[in-house]
């Protein structure tokens, strides 16, 4: 699973020479451009104590900017790298997503086997001699997480943050990525509560960062599962026309299904669009969501799920049965 984003030529030949300048250089920057990573800094060495090294970092990396910091850590060693990903919590979703998918791609293309370690951190802190110390102490108390366990473990975080739950009344406004909708797919939502068709699914073009209409169709709530693709990331609004109490109600539901197949930078992208998605459908299509749900593959949303969300079985309480007495012989 990987984000389509490579190293480019500039990156390789700047740790080429990085891996060939001991003792000159102790690191570099990277950061990624156009959809390639590229070169920003380089990190030269003014000691051979890698901790006394780390104070140079401050003039590179910022507080709200994400980066990876590749760094010498263990001299005349074949694997004597280190790198991180530093993702500051101040930095926009859009940079958490592409440098927390990114970051297997980054090692894997300038060398597995020069990199004894790969990290990832969140605070300038973390990143000075105090905190590389506390991370060697805590190292030390637990094994070590492989790299694709890393990631998958960044990439949720990533989608825990972009969640705001699944209440009706949750905030829509967008703290996240916030991609253009196409009018085909404007006009579906626009058009959701009068046209024949009760089920509107919208996509992600991820090469062209917009939001696209996948589709209409109209379907009951049996038959909703089999109508959302399980291949690929779904957000669906779903017209939910239904009789309870006599009464006809029409309440729009929001579904957001992302298969466990999915790319990371899919579900990284699905994951903070969510909101923003929403804020169109509601402030621009004029949608009243009542309910959210979310699930892995569509056959997790079935007609009783729905029914469930706006309609929750009361539980009846049984009263207490006296006894008969027994009868008389």
Request: charged share 25%; aromatic share 8%; net charge negative.
């Amino acid at each position: 699973m990987q984000s389509g984003i490579t190293a480019s030529q500039e990156l390789q030949d700047t740790f080429n020479t990085l891996v060939s300048s001991f003792p000159s250089q102790r690191g570099l920057i990277a950061g990624i451009k156009n959809e390639q990573l590229v070169p920003i800094h380089i990190v030269t060495s003014s000691s051979n104590d890698f901790f006394d090294d780390l104070v140079s970092l401050d003039d590179f990396v910022k507080d709200n900017e994400a980066a990876y910091i590749i760094l010498r850590r263990y001299q005349n060693a074949p694997d004597g790298f280190v790198a991180v990903t530093y993702v500051p919590e101040t930095a926009n979703v859009r940079q958490k997503m592409l440098f927390a998918s990114t970051r297997l791609t980054l090692v894997r293309e300038l060398g597995t086997e020069r990199f004894r370690e790969t990290l990832f951190a969140t605070t300038k802190q973390e990143l000075t001699a105090e905190g590389w110390r506390k991370h060697d102490r805590s190292g030390e108390l637990k094994a070590p997480l492989t790299n694709e366990e890393q990631t998958l473990q960044d990439v949720k975080k990533a989608e825990a943050e972009a969640s705001r739950g699944t209440g009706a009344r949750s905030s829509h406004v967008s703290s996240g990525v916030s991609f253009p909708m196409s009018e085909d797919a404007r006009r579906a939502l626009q058009g959701l509560m009068s046209a024949s068709e009760n089920l509107v699914q919208l996509k992600i073009d991820v090469r062209r960062e917009t939001i696209e209409l996948a589709g209409t169709s109209s379907t009951n709530a049996d038959g909703l599962a089999a109508s959302i693709s399980d291949s690929e990331p779904r957000y669906s609004f779903f017209r939910y026309s239904h009789e309870f109490e006599g009464q006809e109600q029409s309440p729009v539901v929001f579904i957001y299904t992302c298969p466990s197949q999915s790319k990371i930078k899919e579900r990284m992208l699905y994951a903070s669009s969510k909101s923003g998605t929403m804020a169109v459908a509601e402030g621009e299509a004029g949608l009243e969501i009542a309910k959210k749900l979310e699930a892995s593959s569509p056959s997790e949303i079935s007609a009783s799920t729905i029914q469930e969300e706006f309609h929750a079985k009361q539980e009846q309480k049984a009263g207490f049965s006296r006894p008969k007495r027994p009868g008389k012989r």
